[in-house]
């Protein structure tokens, strides 16, 4: 008689199974994750830091407008007055100073190391505008020795610039009175009679220029040498504001006058985050895309990288325009999305394959177990068939027995019970073989 054999009760899995696939799957997937947290960008600060310009001055206006557009997505931007362009970079290049964006007229950087700067495109022209009182006309700054010339702030842009093209014209401190003026303190000078010449960089509509525009007595110069200048300094172009373009009715001014300018630029340290640079990007093109006197609708912001490398994050959205994301999404939103799309890198890489072949791996570790017995019987099968008379019956039985009590041991889920019960009838067939053709050996 068959010896009985206790069966191991089956269950609906096997956890020593499980462990051996999932737990490597697990690490797997888990380290895929680790890996693309470290490529996820922190979330943006909740505010920024610019430089912008003396009072009065174009900087300064639009900075406040620039403070509307990102109060509107939830970013402060924090104002830091300065002398003007020249101080804004200063500032942009001294590691100690909080200033993460600045106004930055064209021409500024000239021979100055800013390979941690980036351009985030010109803005818009700002002519330089030579303002004077007397009763000839001038047209040629070779014409201003001698007289008291307002030339702007210390630290500023047009302080820069108006030194520079004096020089070109062989004006200096030994035969001119260089006044470090600008800004409404060089127009308080000029009505006041305290200065002969102002030099001011800026927009028609800054308060510096517009009230000297309208101010009695007072002439603006028109450049008989604008396309020389833009030859000599490529930083600057050459723009006309014609007759009457400011006030038609006053016919101000009262002909075609040439002008030289350089560009505002938006420049960024590195360092700021790239979802403030789109963001800042997009206040500049609702700031700036209108037409004006000296632009046509949308000519600005642009691309620009005269004294600065440019930014990829600038030159992408220069390309493509605002983020996809955001053209539906609030700023918070879409940039949330934006950050942790990266981690749908390991799900599609890792998890989607794991879950495709883990069942897989598992159901072959099971059948495996099963197919092996599956052997063992099949070999015993053979031998008996082959050669009966090598054992005796309870020889042959005892190897049997062995591998039925493998089989009642084997841990087997029940979505492979029908494979068990059919390896135990094979059992009972070897049995009956057995039977049928081993010996009998009587003492």
Not at 315 to 331: I, T
């Given at each position: 008689m068959r010896r009985m054999v206790k069966l191991k009760p089956l269950r609906e899995f096997s956890l020593h199974d499980l462990l051996t696939v999932g737990l490597p799957a697990l690490l797997l997937l888990i380290g895929g994750f680790w890996l693309a947290a470290q490529f996820i960008?922190?979330?943006?600060?909740?505010?920024?830091?610019?430089?912008?310009?003396?009072?009065g001055g174009s900087y300064e206006v639009y900075v406040e407008r620039y403070r509307q557009v990102l109060a509107r997505n939830g970013i402060e931007l924090r104002e830091q007055p300065s002398a003007g362009s020249m101080e804004n970079l200063k500032r942009l290049l001294d590691e100690d100073d909080d200033t993460e964006v600045a106004l930055v007229q064209s021409g500024t950087a000239n021979g100055v190391n800013v390979e941690k700067l980036q351009s985030l495109g010109y803005l818009y022209f700002e002519p330089l505008w030579v303002f004077y009182r007397g009763q000839q006309e001038l047209d040629r700054l070779t014409q201003l020795a001698g007289r008291r010339l307002a030339v702007g702030a210390e630290g500023s842009g047009t302080r820069k610039l108006a030194l520079q093209l004096l020089e070109a014209n062989g004006v200096d401190a030994k035969n001119a009175t260089l006044l470090p003026l600008g800004g409404l303190s060089a127009v308080e000078a000029l009505q006041s009679r305290k200065a002969d010449v102002v030099f001011l960089v800026g927009t028609e509509r800054s308060a510096a220029v517009w009230s000297l525009l309208y101010t009695e007595g007072v002439r603006l110069m028109s450049f008989s040498h604008a396309e020389a200048y833009v030859r000599l300094f490529p930083h600057l172009a050459r723009l006309t504001l014609p007759q009457g373009a400011i006030d038609m009715t006053r016919n101000i001014p009262a002909r075609d006058v040439k002008l030289v300018s350089p560009m505002a630029t938006l420049v960024a340290h590195e360092s700021v985050h790239?979802?403030?640079?789109?963001?800042?990007?997009?206040?500049?093109?609702?700031?700036?895309?209108?037409?004006g006197i000296f632009q046509r609708p949308g000519e600005f912001p642009r691309i620009g990288q005269a004294d600065f490398p440019p930014s990829p994050d600038a030159e992408r959205y220069y390309k493509s325009g605002k983020p996809f994301l955001q053209r539906y999404l609030p700023f918070w939103a879409a940039n949330l999305i934006d950050r942790m799309v990266v981690m749908l890198v390991p799900i599609f890489a890792l998890l989607i394959p794991i879950m495709k072949f883990a069942p897989g791996l598992y159901s072959w570790r099971v059948r495996s177990r099963i197919y092996r017995r599956y052997g063992e019987l099949k070999f015993l099968e053979a031998e008996v068939e082959s050669n009966p008379e090598r054992h005796s019956r309870a020889e042959w039985l005892e190897k049997l027995e062995r591998i039925e009590e493998d089989i009642q041991h084997i841990p087997t889920p029940l979505a492979f019970a029908d494979m068990l019960f059919t390896l135990r009838s094979h059992v009972g067939l070897v049995h009956a073989t057995i039977l049928r053709r081993a010996p009998v050996i009587k003492d």
């Amino acid at each position: 008689m068959r010896r009985m054999v206790k069966l191991k009760p089956l269950r609906e899995f096997s956890l020593h199974d499980l462990l051996t696939v999932g737990l490597p799957a697990l690490l797997l997937l888990i380290g895929g994750f680790w890996l693309a947290a470290q490529f996820i960008k922190p979330a943006p600060p909740k505010f920024l830091n610019i430089s912008s310009g003396a009072a009065g001055g174009s900087y300064e206006v639009y900075v406040e407008r620039y403070r509307q557009v990102l109060a509107r997505n939830g970013i402060e931007l924090r104002e830091q007055p300065s002398a003007g362009s020249m101080e804004n970079l200063k500032r942009l290049l001294d590691e100690d100073d909080d200033t993460e964006v600045a106004l930055v007229q064209s021409g500024t950087a000239n021979g100055v190391n800013v390979e941690k700067l980036q351009s985030l495109g010109y803005l818009y022209f700002e002519p330089l505008w030579v303002f004077y009182r007397g009763q000839q006309e001038l047209d040629r700054l070779t014409q201003l020795a001698g007289r008291r010339l307002a030339v702007g702030a210390e630290g500023s842009g047009t302080r820069k610039l108006a030194l520079q093209l004096l020089e070109a014209n062989g004006v200096d401190a030994k035969n001119a009175t260089l006044l470090p003026l600008g800004g409404l303190s060089a127009v308080e000078a000029l009505q006041s009679r305290k200065a002969d010449v102002v030099f001011l960089v800026g927009t028609e509509r800054s308060a510096a220029v517009w009230s000297l525009l309208y101010t009695e007595g007072v002439r603006l110069m028109s450049f008989s040498h604008a396309e020389a200048y833009v030859r000599l300094f490529p930083h600057l172009a050459r723009l006309t504001l014609p007759q009457g373009a400011i006030d038609m009715t006053r016919n101000i001014p009262a002909r075609d006058v040439k002008l030289v300018s350089p560009m505002a630029t938006l420049v960024a340290h590195e360092s700021v985050h790239p979802a403030l640079v789109q963001l800042l990007l997009q206040a500049a093109q609702e700031v700036h895309g209108e037409a004006g006197i000296f632009q046509r609708p949308g000519e600005f912001p642009r691309i620009g990288q005269a004294d600065f490398p440019p930014s990829p994050d600038a030159e992408r959205y220069y390309k493509s325009g605002k983020p996809f994301l955001q053209r539906y999404l609030p700023f918070w939103a879409a940039n949330l999305i934006d950050r942790m799309v990266v981690m749908l890198v390991p799900i599609f890489a890792l998890l989607i394959p794991i879950m495709k072949f883990a069942p897989g791996l598992y159901s072959w570790r099971v059948r495996s177990r099963i197919y092996r017995r599956y052997g063992e019987l099949k070999f015993l099968e053979a031998e008996v068939e082959s050669n009966p008379e090598r054992h005796s019956r309870a020889e042959w039985l005892e190897k049997l027995e062995r591998i039925e009590e493998d089989i009642q041991h084997i841990p087997t889920p029940l979505a492979f019970a029908d494979m068990l019960f059919t390896l135990r009838s094979h059992v009972g067939l070897v049995h009956a073989t057995i039977l049928r053709r081993a010996p009998v050996i009587k003492d």
